[in-house]
C-alpha cells in the first residue's frame, strides 16, 4: 500500500526525472498562473524549484510566497501540479515537435529577451532564426474587407520580396491575407526578380494565442502548417490551452515586442489592432497605418492613427523607406527619375556645376532661352532641378543615366 508520504516523494522524484523545460510548461499550464506569475517563478527560483513550491515541497521566498497565498491560489496548485500532468505536457511538446526556451536561450528572440513584459517560458514550431531577419508587425481587423485582404497580402508578398519578414497572428482577415502574401512570395517570385538584398524571401513570424497544438482558427490549419514550415510560429501558451479570449491581448503585446515597426491596414477604432498599436507605443515602436475611405468603419481606426501623426503607407516602398531599406535606391541606375535625353543632360550637366540663374544659365549652354526655358520645365517636373529664391540648382545621383 503507498501512502500519502510515499505519493509526497514520488512527486519529488518524478519532477527531478523530467527536462526544466518540461517541468516549465506545466508549472505554465497550471490555473492560477499567468505571464507575470510564471515570470516570477521561474525568474526567482528556476523550473524544478518553482515545481517543488507550487507543491508545497520546499519553501518559497516571501515574495513569491505571498504570491502563492493570494487568494488561496497554493491549494489550486497543488491539486493539479501532479505527476500525470508532467507526462502529458512531456508527450505533447514531442509529439508537436515543440520547443520551449527560457529567456536566457542563445535562441530566445533577441527582441523578447530585453522586453519588460517577456514571456518567461516561449513554445516554438519551426526556425527561430527567422527573427535575426528585418521584421514588420502587419495587423488588422478580423472583418476585414475585400479590398483590405487585397492589400494586405500583396504587401505581405512584397515585404518578403525585399527581404522583410512579416510578422502577424494568424488571425481570420488581414493577419491571414499578409501570411498568404508571403507564401505567394516562396511560390511564384523568380530569383532573378528579387532585388539584391533578398537572395530569398524573409521568413514568415507568427505569434499566437493558443497552445502551438491547438490551430485557431480551424480553418487556418494549411496556413499553420506551411508557416511553421518556412518561418516560425511562436506563443507563450502551453499545448493544449485553448485561444481563451483573454489570451489575445496578452498575444497583442508579443506582436509588438517582435516587430521593428507596425503597419495596420484596417482598423476598427477600438479593437485588438489598437491594444497591439498601444503596446507598440509603449516600447517606441514606430506605428504606421494603411489610409481608407472616411465612410468605413474597419478604416476608422487607421484613419485616426494617421490623424495623430502616423505615417501613411500606400505601397511597400513607404515600410521600406521606415526601415531604412528602400531597395530603388541600391544603385544609380535605379533611380525612380526618368532617364535623360542627351540635350536635357546638357543643362542638368551646366548646373551640376554650380546653381545659376535663368539668365546665366541660358548664357552658359549657348541655347535659345526658349529651348533652356522648356527644357528646365521638364527637369523641373521630373525632379532633376529645382529653383530656389531664383537659383536654379541640380538634384543628383552618384551617377546620371542617359535616355535610350
Given at each position: 500500500?503507498?501512502?500519502?508520504d510515499?505519493r509526497w516523494w514520488?512527486?519529488?522524484?518524478?519532477?527531478?526525472?523530467?527536462?526544466?523545460?518540461?517541468?516549465?510548461?506545466?508549472?505554465?499550464?497550471l490555473p492560477?498562473?499567468?505571464?507575470?506569475?510564471?515570470?516570477?517563478?521561474?525568474?526567482?527560483?528556476?523550473?524544478?524549484?518553482?515545481?517543488?513550491?507550487?507543491?508545497?515541497?520546499?519553501?518559497a521566498p516571501?515574495?513569491?510566497?505571498?504570491?502563492?497565498?493570494?487568494?488561496?491560489?497554493?491549494?489550486?496548485?497543488?491539486?493539479n501540479?501532479?505527476?500525470?500532468?508532467?507526462?502529458?505536457?512531456?508527450e505533447?511538446?514531442?509529439?508537436g515537435?515543440?520547443?520551449?526556451l527560457?529567456?536566457?536561450?542563445?535562441?530566445?528572440?533577441?527582441?523578447?529577451?530585453?522586453d519588460?513584459?517577456a514571456?518567461?517560458?516561449?513554445?516554438?514550431?519551426?526556425?527561430l532564426?527567422?527573427?535575426?531577419?528585418?521584421?514588420v508587425?502587419?495587423?488588422?481587423?478580423r472583418?476585414?474587407?475585400?479590398s483590405?485582404?487585397h492589400f494586405?497580402r500583396?504587401?505581405?508578398?512584397e515585404?518578403?520580396?525585399?527581404?522583410v519578414a512579416?510578422?502577424s497572428?494568424?488571425?481570420?482577415g488581414?493577419d491571414?491575407?499578409?501570411?498568404?502574401?508571403v507564401l505567394?512570395?516562396?511560390?511564384?517570385?523568380?530569383?532573378?526578380?528579387?532585388p539584391p538584398?533578398?537572395?530569398?524571401?524573409?521568413?514568415p513570424?507568427?505569434?499566437?494565442?493558443?497552445g502551438?497544438?491547438?490551430?485557431?482558427?480551424?480553418e487556418?490549419?494549411?496556413?499553420?502548417?506551411?508557416v511553421a514550415?518556412?518561418g516560425v510560429i511562436?506563443?507563450?501558451?502551453?499545448?493544449?490551452?485553448?485561444?481563451?479570449?483573454f489570451?489575445?491581448p496578452l498575444?497583442n503585446?508579443?506582436?509588438?515586442?517582435a516587430s521593428?515597426l507596425l503597419?495596420v491596414?484596417?482598423?476598427?477604432?477600438?479593437?485588438?489592432?489598437?491594444i497591439?498599436?498601444?503596446?507598440?507605443?509603449?516600447r517606441g515602436?514606430?506605428?504606421m497605418a494603411?489610409?481608407?475611405?472616411?465612410h468605413?468603419?474597419?478604416?476608422?481606426?487607421?484613419?485616426?492613427?494617421?490623424?495623430?501623426?502616423?505615417?501613411?503607407?500606400?505601397?511597400v516602398?513607404?515600410?521600406l523607406?521606415?526601415l531604412?531599406?528602400?531597395?530603388?535606391?541600391?544603385s544609380?541606375?535605379?533611380?525612380a527619375?526618368?532617364?535623360?535625353?542627351?540635350?536635357?543632360?546638357?543643362?542638368?550637366?551646366?548646373?551640376?556645376?554650380?546653381?545659376?540663374?535663368?539668365e546665366?544659365?541660358?548664357?552658359?549652354?549657348d541655347?535659345?532661352l526658349?529651348?533652356?526655358?522648356?527644357?528646365?520645365?521638364?527637369?523641373?517636373?521630373?525632379?532633376?532641378v529645382?529653383?530656389?529664391?531664383g537659383?536654379w540648382?541640380?538634384l543628383?545621383?552618384?551617377?546620371l543615366p542617359?535616355?535610350?
Amino acid at each position: 500500500m503507498v501512502r500519502d508520504d510515499d505519493r509526497w516523494w514520488i512527486g519529488v522524484n518524478a519532477s527531478l526525472d523530467h527536462d526544466p523545460r518540461v517541468v516549465a510548461a506545466a508549472i505554465s499550464s497550471l490555473p492560477g498562473i499567468g505571464p507575470h506569475r510564471l515570470r516570477l517563478l521561474i525568474n526567482q527560483l528556476g523550473a524544478l524549484d518553482a515545481w517543488r513550491a507550487v507543491r508545497g515541497e520546499v519553501s518559497a521566498p516571501g515574495h513569491v510566497a505571498a504570491v502563492l497565498r493570494e487568494n488561496d491560489l497554493h491549494r489550486v496548485l497543488r491539486r493539479n501540479a501532479t505527476v500525470q500532468l508532467l507526462d502529458r505536457v512531456a508527450e505533447a511538446l514531442h509529439a508537436g515537435n515543440i520547443r520551449v526556451l527560457f529567456g536566457d536561450d542563445a535562441q530566445y528572440p533577441a527582441s523578447m529577451r530585453g522586453d519588460f513584459a517577456a514571456p518567461a517560458v516561449l513554445f516554438a514550431i519551426g526556425d527561430l532564426a527567422a527573427f535575426e531577419q528585418r521584421r514588420v508587425g502587419v495587423i488588422g481587423t478580423r472583418a476585414a474587407s475585400a479590398s483590405g485582404r487585397h492589400f494586405a497580402r500583396r504587401l505581405g508578398r512584397e515585404l518578403a520580396v525585399n527581404g522583410v519578414a512579416v510578422v502577424s497572428g494568424l488571425a481570420r482577415g488581414i493577419d491571414a491575407a499578409v501570411h498568404r502574401g508571403v507564401l505567394d512570395a516562396f511560390s511564384d517570385e523568380p530569383q532573378a526578380r528579387r532585388p539584391p538584398a533578398a537572395a530569398a524571401p524573409a521568413r514568415p513570424i507568427a505569434v499566437v494565442a493558443s497552445g502551438l497544438d491547438v490551430v485557431y482558427p480551424r480553418e487556418h490549419a494549411s496556413l499553420w502548417k506551411h508557416v511553421a514550415e518556412r518561418g516560425v510560429i511562436v506563443s507563450e501558451s502551453p499545448p493544449g490551452c485553448a485561444p481563451d479570449a483573454f489570451r489575445f491581448p496578452l498575444r497583442n503585446r508579443m506582436l509588438a515586442m517582435a516587430s521593428e515597426l507596425l503597419v495596420v491596414v484596417e482598423s476598427r477604432a477600438t479593437g485588438g489592432s489598437m491594444i497591439t498599436v498601444d503596446e507598440a507605443a509603449k516600447r517606441g515602436i514606430t506605428v504606421m497605418a494603411v489610409p481608407g475611405s472616411p465612410h468605413s468603419d474597419t478604416s476608422a481606426g487607421t484613419n485616426l492613427l494617421i490623424s495623430q501623426g502616423a505615417a501613411s503607407v500606400c505601397d511597400v516602398v513607404d515600410v521600406l523607406v521606415a526601415l531604412g531599406l528602400d531597395h530603388r535606391r541600391v544603385s544609380a541606375s535605379s533611380d525612380a527619375r526618368p532617364r535623360l535625353s542627351r540635350e536635357d543632360r546638357v543643362v542638368l550637366d551646366s548646373l551640376a556645376r554650380r546653381p545659376m540663374t535663368f539668365e546665366q544659365l541660358v548664357a552658359d549652354v549657348d541655347m535659345p532661352l526658349a529651348d533652356v526655358a522648356m527644357r528646365l520645365g521638364r527637369l523641373e517636373a521630373q525632379g532633376w532641378v529645382v529653383l530656389n529664391a531664383g537659383w536654379w540648382e541640380a538634384l543628383l545621383p552618384r551617377e546620371l543615366p542617359f535616355g535610350r
